[in-house]
């Protein structure tokens, strides 16, 4: 028996999403974004990640729906376009999203213990791992404890802010930035934070009732998670000014410091840690998906295809994700990381945003559907090409090579 258990319902699936976005855009992407778009830019930028965000959510939950299983827009773009379409989508989302782990991992240790940030980040890797390795049951529970303690930590910098006297609203209106180019360099780089909306479609194999969960489940988590993001950032900025918080390295700890509470910065700074571990839980298990949906269809070798047979889970995918992700965690780092699965990311949506076009109407819906559909393929393309010219080249550069890899073992097989 080689399927996956279905055990998530829809609190479970919220809660999965949650644990996937709450996190990156907070503690990682806010400095840089408003580097690139100033204060009123990086709220612009914010809305418009968002927005894009939620057209993708509306095609990647159709698409879930119809296809209830591992692999997201990999199995969508196979069954719905081409099998090349969904190739360089699975390719594009376990390299970006390996680079991702990295980032995350990374990001535990410089919050945690920034002298042996790297030593951390592999064990941080490794006791992940070994909480998905359990089952999809455990590492919901283990997510839904990370999303409370984080949300905690947040509200307090949000109220600590916003009462400590510091709070400034003449902050929110300082126009610098790049113009219309840096706010959508900012957008794609906060775009990371949103992408793990998608973790629900990915684990679509795993969730009781699928055509009524994830089209529930997915807009709920993106939308509770904006709100959020849209806080913090109001907080952040009429606290620091946009010139203060570009340049931190651990912006809501700076905000409660100098709201006069600098005690509090070691419970943003533990609230940092339990928040990108939740990202990172719930990244681990979704590339090991997909690493699964490849390897069932040849795409990727068949021994990842193997399925535990107590857990249920894809523990060869898993571990190899680890060992991956680990051997990344010490050549690289965070910023670089970032770019580079955004840019990969985007591509993956706008290959989700294509398939979703090909469904047609959908009469059960009042939202109008093709045209989110069309405004998501165009958002994704128009923010990958304004990311840092770095991020462009490497990310490209990468499906270049997947899509090299991929012609070749296509042709071998066609020789026989």
């Not at 990374?106 to 980040?121: D, F, K, N, S």
Request: glycine share 12%; hydrophobic share 55%; proline share 4%.
């Amino acid at each position: 028996m080689t399927q996956l258990a279905r055990r998530l319902g829809v609190p479970d699936a919220v809660v999965v999403g949650l644990g996937a976005m709450l996190g990156a855009g907070v503690f990682v992407v806010f400095a840089p974004a408003a580097a690139s778009a100033g204060a009123a830019g990086l709220l612009v930028a914010l809305v418009l990640a968002g927005v894009v965000a939620f057209c993708n959510a509306t095609s990647s939950a159709r698409l879930a729906a119809r296809y209830p299983e591992s692999g997201g827009t990999y199995v969508y773009g196979r069954e719905r376009l081409n099998p090349y379409a969904g190739f360089l989508a699975g390719w594009g989302f376990v390299v970006g999203k390996t680079a991702s782990c990295a980032a995350m991992a990374l990001t535990i240790g410089v919050y945690l213990w920034p002298g042996r940030a790297r030593l951390v980040a592999v064990g941080a890797v490794l006791v992940v791992t070994g909480v998905n390795l359990r089952g999809i049951g455990r590492t919901a529970a283990v997510t839904r404890i990370l999303v409370a303690l984080t949300l905690g930590v947040l509200a307090t910098v949000a109220v600590v802010g916003l009462t400590g006297g510091d709070f400034g609203a003449d902050r929110l209106g300082d126009l610098g930035g790049t113009g219309v180019r840096g706010v959508l360099t900012a957008a794609g780089l906060l775009f990371f934070a949103f992408a793990g909306y998608a973790r629900i479609a990915t684990l679509g194999e795993e969730v009781r009732d699928p055509e009524r969960t994830i089209p529930r489940a997915v807009p709920l988590a993106l939308a509770l998670v904006l709100v959020i993001y849209l806080v913090l950032a109001v907080v952040a900025l009429g606290v620091l000014g946009v010139d203060r918080l570009a340049g931190s390295a651990a912006p809501l700890a700076e905000v409660v410091g100098v709201a006069g509470l600098p005690g509090l910065a070691w419970l943003v700074r533990v609230g940092a840690t339990v928040a990108v571990t939740g990202v990172l839980l719930s990244l681990l298990a979704g590339v090991s998906r997909t690493l699964l949906a490849m390897a069932r269809r040849r795409d990727l070798p068949g021994a990842l295809a193997a399925v535990h047979p107590r857990h249920r889970v894809p523990h060869r995918a898993e571990l190899t994700v680890a060992a991956v992700v680990i051997v990344v965690v010490a050549l690289g780092d965070v910023r670089g990381a970032i770019g580079f699965s955004a840019c990969t990311v985007l591509v993956y949506y706008a290959i989700t945003n294509a398939a979703a076009l090909t469904l047609g109407r959908d009469p059960a819906r009042r939202l109008p559907v093709r045209l989110l559909a069309v405004s998501g393929l165009v958002g994704c393309l128009v923010l990958a090409v304004n990311l840092p010219p770095v991020s462009v080249l490497a990310g490209f550069g990468v499906l270049a090579l997947g899509t090299a890899w991929y012609a070749l073992t296509r042709h071998a097989v066609s020789r026989g």
